[in-house]
């Protein structure tokens, strides 16, 4: 039996296969999945913001440095092992724009780009990537074969 | 970190003059009386954000509005699909639900009820505080309820632990449900309740 595993928003999930993660309805948060198929296991989070610039207080899982941190901790608690590491992620829309106002901050964007640099700096490869747009989305990733569906409303359905 | 007491009836009552205003404006529009509830007022951690708003990738229709002057905050109205279609049939008398993805008319129809709605809200607000406030123009959105929320929230690129919310029902006209949303931002708060001696 396949059980799902459900991330909330600001916070992280590992899990083995057969049992799949999910989080629901990023709009400009990213969700990132970290997993190793031939060990079966992977974790999935859910970040808020690019970094806590060494703000080391209150709940560290929306930072996206410091929550890859944590899941890779819990990873190799696990058993995996860095090297065989790979990564996948999706989010990272601006929702809305408002017209003729100042260049807003495209949070989503700069969340995409932290996820990257982060990734780069633990020598994960970042194997797909479903970023962007201006539409919500929900993904569910499937530990035993290293799929990540996405769902969004009215912007269709995609496996990566 | 707690809101005190005291703090917290003057937020219910700001929200509920604020409301009942906006209230008034809405039945005007519509030719049908809208009540407003009392409003609730909650400090939400962010991670149980999900308790407030429900299933995140339900799909909603959201009115957003920047509340701009000496105490800053987020305004946002909250309907499902067929609540938003059935305000746009009343208003523009049309024998079908519109088509809220491509129709722009009712689109555009939605937005000023969002202008007049948080307008309202505001005027009140100000009168009832001397404090100076403004809205934006109306931004529309029809997505998944977590990604719009997330998306306000984080806008600035910053986040507090807790988020304040003060949280309206609407009533009244059949087959609608909606709720309103204010999140003032964090200075805001004092300087709002700072006006009473609070």
């Known amino acids: ?33 970290v997993y190793d198929t031939l060990a079966g296991a992977a974790g999935m989070a859910h970040i808020m913001l690019p970094s ?4 080391l207080q209150g709940n560290l899982a929306k930072y996206a440095d410091t929550c890859l941190e944590m899941m890779l901790e819990d990873l190799y608690k696990l058993g995996l092992r860095k090297t065989r590491l790979k990564a996948k992620m999706a989010g990272g829309a601006q ?44 993904i569910n990733f499937d530990i035993k074969s290293g799929e990540l569906h996405i769902r969004t409303i009215n912007h269709g359905e995609k496996v990566i | 970190m707690k809101i005190p007491a005291m703090r917290l009836e003057a937020l219910k009552e700001i929200g509920n003059i604020g409301t009942g205003n906006a209230a008034t404006s809405l ?57 938003a279609q059935a305000i746009v049939q009343t208003l523009l008398r049309t024998p079908e639900p519109p088509d809220l993805f491509a129709n722009e008319l009712a689109q555009s129809a939605l937005q000023e ?30 997505d998944m309820i977590g990604a719009m929320i997330d998306s306000i929230l984080l806008e600035e690129g910053k986040i507090d632990e807790n988020v304040l919310i003060i949280d309206t029902t609407l009533t009244g006209l059949e087959g609608v449900q909606g709720s309103f949303l204010y999140f003032p931002e964090g200075g805001a708060l ?9």
């Not at chain 1, 700069?110 to 982060?118: H, L, M, P, Q």
């Not at chain 2, 909650?42 to 105490?71: F, M, Q």
């Not at chain 2, 004092?190 to 009473?196: N, R, S, T, Y």
């Open chain 1, 95 to 138: 929702m809305f724009s408002f017209k003729g106002k100042v260049p807003q901050l495209k949070i989503g964007e700069r969340n995409a780009e932290a996820v990257e640099r982060e990734l780069k700096k633990h020598g994960i490869p970042l194997l797909a990537a479903d970023v962007g747009g201006t539409f919500g989305r929900t």
């Open chain 2, 27 to 83: 039945s005007a529009l519509l030719q049908t009386r809208v009540n407003m509830e009392v409003p609730k007022v909650w400090l939400v951690p962010v991670e149980n954000l999900e308790k407030a708003l429900g299933e995140l990738d339900a799909i909603r229709v959201v009115l957003y509005l920047k509340v701009e002057g000496d105490a800053p905050g987020k305004a946002v109205f909250v309907f499902s699909l067929s609540s």
């Open chain 1, 52 to 55: 806590s610039n060494g703000n």
């Open chain 1, 1 to 33: 039996m396949s059980n799902t595993i459900v991330v909330g928003m600001a916070d992280y999930k590992v899990g083995k296969a057969p049992d799949k993660l999910m989080t629901a309805g990023l709009g400009s948060c990213i969700g990132i999945c």
């Open chain 2, 113 to 142: 009820v969002g202008n007049i709605l948080v307008s309202s809200f505001i005027v009140a607000l100000s009168q009832f505080s001397g404090v100076n406030l403004q809205p934006s123009v109306p931004a529309l959105g029809i």
């Open chain 2, 190 to 198: 004092d300087k709002l309740l700072g006006v009473f001696g609070i």
